[in-house]
């Protein structure tokens, strides 16, 4: 199995900055992407990234803002957020793939282990 753990979320102002962390362990995963969902909406994709990292998705809202990334040594992956939106408030959740190829990634289907989620709020 794989336990995937999410931290670094907290309370932070308008145009400030934050950075999640998603540690995995267990066997093995691949793909993985941050999703995020807000009181009374859907679960949405925020960013995806490729076992080698060399394939990266974002979401249109946060492109330019958001970085994702990963250490694979660490068995880690990131989302560096900057200039941070009330609207960006929402619990955010990493998700990873078991299996090497993936054809969306901003599916949630696509994933098969998902993080409990880390809680980020943006005041204005």
């Known amino acids: 199995q794989v336990q995937l753990v999410e931290s670094g979320g907290g309370l932070v102002q308008a145009g400030g900055s934050l950075r999640l962390s998603c540690a995995a362990s267990?066997?093995?995963?691949?793909?993985m992407g941050w999703f995020r969902q807000a009181p009374g909406k859907e679960r949405e994709v925020v960013a995806a990234?490729?076992?080698?990292?060399?394939?990266?998705y974002y979401a249109d809202s946060v492109k330019g803002r958001f970085t994702i990334s990963r250490d694979n040594a660490k068995n880690t992956m990131y989302l560096q957020m900057r200039s941070l939106k009330p609207e960006n408030t929402a619990v955010y959740s990493c998700?990873?793939?078991?299996?090497?190829?993936?054809?969306?990634?901003?599916?949630?289907?696509?994933?098969?282990?998902w993080g409990q989620g880390t809680q980020v709020t943006v005041s204005s």
């Open positions: 267990g066997r093995t995963t691949y793909a």
């Open positions: 998700a990873a793939r078991r299996y090497y190829s993936i054809s969306d990634y901003a599916a949630p289907g696509e994933y098969d282990y």
């Open positions: 990234i490729s076992w080698t990292g060399g394939s990266t």
